[in-house]
């Protein structure tokens, strides 16, 4: 089993920057992509970017060039650098982390979620 903490939400103006953080613990080795997801208001949860075991990356174009997922030497923490953010950027941030064996989803994991709002 896999818990997921993040952290690092907040209010930040229109071009303005922020970090937000992943810490995983429990089962972490079974893990094999981790992600950050979010859900503004009235709107789908969306996938925003993920990181895979290898180190392949993924962007939604509409964070590509602003956003960057990293994780630390571990790979039991991501983060989500985001940069010349906007406020449709204004949602809750979740991460999210896919177990799997063989390339076969066995689980998945969601962190409680984390506030991020962009003033204009």
């Known amino acids: 089993q896999v818990r997921l903490v993040e952290s690092g939400g907040g209010l930040v103006q229109a071009g303005g920057s922020l970090r937000l953080s992943c810490a995983a613990s429990?089962?972490?080795?079974?893990?094999?992509?981790m992600g950050w997801y979010r859900q503004a208001p009235g709107k789908e949860r969306e996938l925003v970017a993920h990181?895979?075991?290898?180190?392949?990356?993924y962007y939604a174009d509409s964070v590509k060039g602003r956003f960057t997922i990293s994780r630390d030497d571990a790979k039991t923490t991501v983060y989500l650098q985001m940069n010349s953010l906007k406020p449709e950027d204004t949602a809750v941030y979740y991460c999210?982390?896919?177990?799997?064996?063989?390339?076969?989803?066995?689980?998945?994991?969601w962190g409680q979620g984390t506030q991020v709002t962009v003033s204009s």
């Open positions: 999210n982390a896919v177990a799997a064996e063989r390339l076969i989803v066995t689980a998945k994991y």
């Open positions: 429990g089962s972490t080795a079974s893990i094999y992509v």
């Open positions: 990181v895979v075991k290898d180190g392949a990356t």
